[in-house]
């Protein structure tokens, strides 16, 4: 898997100072901001119903490095990959497929995505992974979807995935002041 990238400038959106401004994505609301300690971890923000049912979160991270190529952003997909597959038995999710989505641009930056299907117990559980780079941080965004096992709600949730990257591109392709 290869990741095409050419910024046209170098932000510094890993900061720990960076606060997104929105108060929701796609009507999923902001709940927390978490600000990891442990150097090259970055900050992650979620966005969550109350009841559990939606869930995004986005993440800034270097892994410490002064920049990212797509060798090292290619390597961090292979590792979320792996995680993926390796989470999902311990979370009663059964992978039956995995696909690969088209390239898209979130501003400057080409993202990758790729859908994870699973069953668990009547439903299904889709997870979206959309991961992309900005010469200096990675930008990865993680939105599980769990349904009833029906190509409706699948179609939904795809849908609603789409309209969280487009409303988070904003926020991922903004330089600080």
Do not use: W
């Amino acid at each position: 898997m290869i990741l095409l990238v050419s910024p046209a400038f170098a932000f510094a959106e890993c900061s720990q100072d960076y606060e997104i401004d929105t108060a929701d994505l796609a009507g999923i609301p902001h709940q927390e901001t978490n600000r990891f300690a442990e150097p090259g971890y970055g900050v992650q923000y979620r966005f969550y119903d109350p009841d559990g049912s939606r869930n995004v979160s986005y993440y800034r991270y270097d892994n410490g490095l002064r920049a990212i190529d797509n060798e090292i952003a290619a390597a961090e997909i292979q590792g979320v990959h792996a995680t993926v597959l390796q989470v999902a038995p311990m979370n009663g999710v059964d992978i039956v497929s995995v696909e690969q989505l088209d390239s898209f641009m979130a501003g400057d930056i080409e993202m990758l995505g790729v859908i994870y299907v699973g069953t668990r117990g009547t439903g299904s559980v889709t997870e979206f992974v959309g991961l992309g780079h900005d010469g200096q941080c990675i930008h990865k965004v993680r939105y599980p979807h769990e349904t009833v096992t029906d190509d409706t709600q699948a179609d939904a949730a795809r849908a609603q995935y789409e309209a969280v990257m487009e409303d988070l591109t904003p926020h991922i392709t903004t330089p600080l002041p």
